[in-house]
């Protein structure tokens, strides 16, 4: 591989028109990161474009990484594997590989090696004895943590807060904490940051944050949500999909019912019980994921 700028062109802000917004007096803007590229979207590329970096300058030739068998991060990761002619590998969450899902299709077709381990191997991912074993396993490999969330990561997410409209809050969906830690590192300190949690008792993500960008633990412009998961990661009620689909249609603002279905779902909720005061500016963040649609209806969680 040669070496790659690895840039997009930065993605569109979209303004959110609606009534409720008219009667509580919020400006509601989203930044549409999952149109940052066609496949390579959202967060994930944030996430990813440093560790791509990251792994030139250690002149290593291939990356490695972690992820569940439907996961945004595999799909992404596949597709930059595809698009800069590099050497993927990723250990799945098995037991098996199941051919057909969607996902796990996708990143057989961008040539990528996945290597299925059963669940208690996959618990190892972040213990440093395995991590070795692997690295020893896979010399020539850059390793990138599941959800790709490091500190690789935080310098891309960096670039996503530097590119928002003046904001008092800015939100987005919390699954391994990377994309909310990378906003607290780099936006103003008069900007308010939330992170609405997608899994249940996500309270340790505040730790995960902070070992993540140090000045966080003092910090008090930012604050994790752990009430909106909606059942919990990957689980999602029949009116959270409903609300998912009206905004498709009312707004032109595609989501899916794990990642930022649950953000604008909360959203919604906090504008309508006034979390927010009046004239509140706030942008909340698309980041992506909408490849998971096709796993949803692939395992029948949605039907349309
Ligand atoms: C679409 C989407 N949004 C949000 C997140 C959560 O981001 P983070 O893991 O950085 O908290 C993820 C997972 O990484 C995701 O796939």
Redesign the pocket.
Known sequence: MSCMPFNFPESPIQVISHPLLVEKQITLQVKRDDLLHPHIS???WR?LKYNLHAMQQQNKSAFLTFSGPFS??LYAASMACKLFKIEGHAIVRGPQLDENNPTIRMAHACGVHLHAVDRATYRMRNQPDYLTDLQQQFPQCHIIPE???NQE?VLGVKELAQSLPKSDYVL?????????AGLIAACDEHVNII?IA?LKQAQYLEQEIINLVPEAKHATNWQLLCDHHDGGYGKFSAELWQFCKTMKKTQQLPLEPI??GKLFFALWQLIEQDFFPRGSRITAIH???LQGLDGLRYRQLIFD
């Open positions: 959202g967060n994930k996430k945004n991060h959800g790709g969330s990561a987005c969906a919390t699954g391994s904490g990377g994309t909310l992170g997608v990642y930022t980041t992506g994921g």
